[in-house]
């Protein structure tokens, strides 16, 4: 099993990492106004590595996902601001036909539903030697060639017979795997993942999750891991970003986040999971529910919510040190969640009562 | 929603030692029609002989992946599906044997809340009037009573009584969720099935359901039927367990002991298949892997045990021949009365293969590793 070290694994910190994502803001036009589904936010994620940017629905994980590899459409989206760099490349000044190159090349990404990113009307090993042909030079014969050795190398069952099947007549573990085999196919530096074992049973997210991980630990790929489970963060990351309402709220090194959250949000999620490790303790649920992204509040997005909110935050909080590496976006960052995140009631006493009216 | 009442009430001491609910043997076999006449082909046995009760007062998760027969098993018992066969006996009565008019009234004392908190809510009827729709259809209130009732109920699941006006639209998912419970709630029953309550809600929201749901129960004394892939959720706020795999139950225990300890292969997989938000946790687990990824179609379902084809224990016992050939029998196991097993070797499991470990202070032994990793 891997061990997840404090320190970046391998890499000096003084090398440029490979993915820096600087005060991006991206925004979409709708009926109801801006939605400012992202809105300045910043990471970065260093080659090998796996960093998890979780968050709740809304929250602006997804489109940030699509955001690298422009994905989205535009309009109603547009990037209102900020730099993607690849490399210290800026993707978001890329012409398209570069970006090509950079969409399964340097990039690939998968998705919660293999199904939906499948063509149902060509054969599963049809699709993956397209994607490698479409990149690679080589002939159709070599990448029939290669089709069967990806899929063998996502332990595909019967990798020969696979190739012919349509994507309906594969279950959705199978469908991921594929997906997964496409993506490796042309090698990729960064696997983007959005919510890859969502919709899996969880038999079958717990083997797809361990090919995610000895994939990248064989291939040196980073991997940006959108999910929603923390959980799967525990499992995968070794850093962790948290998003709320467009913005980042807390950044750390995985050990450090579930050791020491140190934003309200952040041991709001902790203090809110039903836990399978432990007996029965009473849940404290976030009071009320997500803002809406065209109607944002002004300073802290969370203080509605939050039980320690002040007048003080309605000024844009700063990001605050808590440790090296380990950033909060509170006024009050320092004196959030002293000790585990489950044990320590102390902080939680003013918990806002539910009602109806945040709607 | 400041004090919380204990998450899983003790049930009250049963005066009459009848369970709410019995089920006995419950079968749903699905046609698969083909061809031009369109002639039953085969059948998908999606559940095969489910047998359980479950007392007033408590909560009973029933788990599995998809395909096992979960979901099923509460539209079966509810009869919004007719069952194939079996026996289901709710406060006294034969379920199945009630006409039609008398599984109205049953209705009453048995409801439902779905996954799909968006499609469950009519989009054209206020939030009041979804709620009163129950007492309205059984004529047990209206005009001013009604009003006073759905008022009540909007109470009870967190929301002030002026949104009765709005359109679930309005709400977000956890609200309409809740709002779901409401409609639950408004006949008062003895018995909620509910099914996936919370997947399709966000972790701080999801706690607001749970909560609720725990709440009712104590102040209430309802049952549940808590049915889930969500393992987190349902150790938290089962009394028992029971674990499915292609429409039979292949484990029952109490939380506590399923958790710890399951005898099950299949529930040893589960278990350990499920992250643990902990990432020290996750450097010290041994993972039970079944052999093959891929269950079964619940057309062509394996003879003898159901699971032996991706078994580890049948694979490290050298491929015995009852697992192949005959089916086990749901038995005793252990010195706790509660906990059944569907497997000839559950004595061995500990042996061969590593136990859950999902505590930090896990109990016992870590096993041999067998089929772990």
Same mark, same amino acid.
């Given at each position: 099993m891997r061990e997840k070290n404090a320190e970046p694994a391998g890499a000096s910190s003084d090398r440029r990492p490979l993915l820096e994502i600087i005060d991006l803001k991206t925004y979409f036009r709708t009926d109801e106004g801006l939605a400012r589904a992202v809105?300045?936010?910043?990471?970065?994620?260093?080659?090998?590595?796996?960093?998890?940017?979780?968050?709740?629905?809304?929250?602006?994980?997804t489109v940030t996902a699509l955001s690298i590899l422009r994905l989205l459409p535009m309009p109603p989206g547009e990037f209102a601001g900020g730099k993607i760099l690849l490399d210290g490349r800026n993707l978001i000044d890329l012409p398209p036909r570069e970006l090509h190159s950079i969409r399964g090349g340097d990039v690939a990404m998968i998705f919660q539903e293999p199904g939906t990113s499948l063509n149902p009307v060509f054969t599963i090993g049809n699709q993956i030697a397209e994607a490698i042909l479409l990149h690679r030079r080589m002939s159709r014969s070599e990448a029939r060639g290669e089709v069967l050795r990806v899929l063998k190398e996502v332990r595909m069952s019967e990798p020969e017979r696979r190739v012919h099947q349509y994507p309906h007549e594969l279950s959705g573990g199978m469908k991921q795997r594929a997906m997964i085999a496409m993506a490796l196919s042309y090698n990729p530096r960064l696997l983007i993942a959005d919510e890859p074992t969502t919709a899996l049973d969880v038999t079958i997210q717990a083997r797809i999750l361990?090919?995610?991980?000895?994939?990248?630990?064989?291939?040196?790929?980073?991997?940006?891991?959108?999910?929603?489970?923390?959980?799967?963060?525990a499992e995968m990351a070794d850093d962790v970003v948290v998003m709320y309402a467009g913005r980042v709220v807390e950044k750390a090194n995985v050990m450090e986040l579930f050791a020491k959250p140190s934003h309200p949000y952040t041991l709001g999620l902790f203090r809110?999971?039903?836990?399978?490790?432990?007996?029965?303790?009473?849940?404290?649920?976030?009071?009320?529910?997500? #803002?809406?992204?065209?109607?944002? #509040?002004?300073?802290?997005?969370?203080?509605?919510?939050?039980?320690?909110?002040?007048?003080?935050?309605?000024?844009?909080?700063?990001?605050?040190?808590?440790a090296p590496g380990h950033t909060s976006a509170c006024w009050y960052a320092t004196e959030v969640g002293h000790g585990s995140p489950r044990h320590d009631h102390a902080i939680a006493t003013s918990e806002k009562p539910i009602s109806g009216e945040e709607t | 929603m400041n004090v919380h009442l204990p998450v899983k009430p003790t049930a009250p001491t049963p005066s009459d030692k009848k369970p709410l609910l019995e089920v006995v043997d419950l079968k749903k076999h699905f046609p698969v029609r083909g061809g031009v006449l369109s002639r039953v082909r085969e059948w998908v046995r999606a559940v095969d002989g489910v047998s359980f009760s479950l007392e007033r007062g408590r909560t009973l998760g029933l788990v599995g992946e998809s395909g096992c027969g979960k979901t099923t098993v509460g539209r079966t018992l509810l009869r919004l599906i007719p069952a194939t066969a079996g026996r289901v006996t709710f406060n006294g009565e034969p379920v199945f044997d009630l006409s039609r008019r008398r599984v109205r009234d049953l209705r009453r004392n048995m409801q439902i809340i779905f996954q799909d908190p968006y499609g469950s809510l009519n989009p054209r009827m206020t939030v009041g009037s979804i709620i009163g729709e129950p007492l309205r259809v059984h004529g047990l209130a209206r005009g001013a009573e009604l009003r006073d009732r759905i008022g009540k109920l909007l109470e009870k699941v967190g929301f002030s009584r002026e949104v009765g006006s709005r359109y679930p639209h309005e709400f977000s998912g956890g609200q309409r969720q809740r709002i779901g419970v409401a409609r639950a709630l408004a006949l008062e029953p003895n018995l909620i099935v509910c099914d996936e309550p919370t997947s399709a809600l966000d972790v701080s929201i999801r706690a607001q359901v749970i909560n609720l749901l725990g709440d009712l129960q104590t102040t209430g004394g309802i049952s549940y039927l808590m049915i889930s892939?969500?393992?987190?959720?349902?150790?938290?706020?089962?009394?028992?367990?029971?674990?499915?795999?292609?429409?039979?139950?292949?484990?029952?225990?109490?939380?506590?002991?399923?958790?710890?300890?399951?005898?099950?292969?299949?529930?040893?997989?589960?278990?350990?298949?499920?992250?643990?938000?902990?990432?020290?946790?996750?450097?010290?687990?041994?993972?039970?892997?079944?052999?093959?990824?891929?269950? $079964?179609? $619940?057309?062509?379902?394996?003879?003898?045990?159901?699971?032996?084809?991706?078994?580890?224990?049948?694979?490290l016992k050298n491929?015995?021949?009852?697992?192949?050939?005959?089916?086990?029998?749901?038995?005793?196991?252990?010195?706790?009365?509660a906990s059944l097993v569907r497997c000839h070797f559950a004595e061995e499991t500990d042996q061969h293969l590593a136990k859950p470990t999902l505590e930090n202070k896990d109990d016992g032994s870590k096993g041999s590793g067998g089929a772990t990793k």
């Open positions: 809105d300045g936010i910043s990471f970065s994620l260093d080659a090998g590595r796996t960093l998890a940017v979780v968050g709740e629905s809304g929250c602006g994980k361990d090919l995610l991980r000895t994939t990248q630990a064989k291939h040196g790929m980073a991997v940006l891991l959108i999910t929603h489970d923390l959980g799967v963060v809110s999971l039903p836990r399978v490790d432990h007996e029965s303790e009473p849940l404290e649920a976030i009071a009320g529910s997500v #803002p809406q992204p065209t109607n944002f #509040p002004t300073g802290c997005r969370f203080k509605d919510r939050c039980y320690a909110a002040t007048a003080k935050c309605d000024e844009e909080p700063p990001f605050v040190e808590i | 892939h969500d393992l987190a959720v349902v150790r938290h706020i089962s009394h028992d367990v029971a674990v499915m795999y292609l429409g039979l139950i292949v484990e029952r225990a109490s939380t506590e002991t399923l958790f710890r300890h399951p005898r099950h292969p299949y529930s040893r997989v589960l278990l350990s298949a499920i992250p643990i938000p902990d990432p020290n946790r996750h450097r010290h687990r041994q993972r039970v892997v079944a052999l093959d990824d891929e269950i $079964p179609s $619940p057309i062509n379902v394996p003879s003898g045990c159901a699971f032996h084809p991706r078994c580890p224990l049948y694979a491929r015995p021949k009852e697992c192949r050939e005959l089916l086990p029998e749901l038995r005793r196991i252990g010195e706790d009365s």
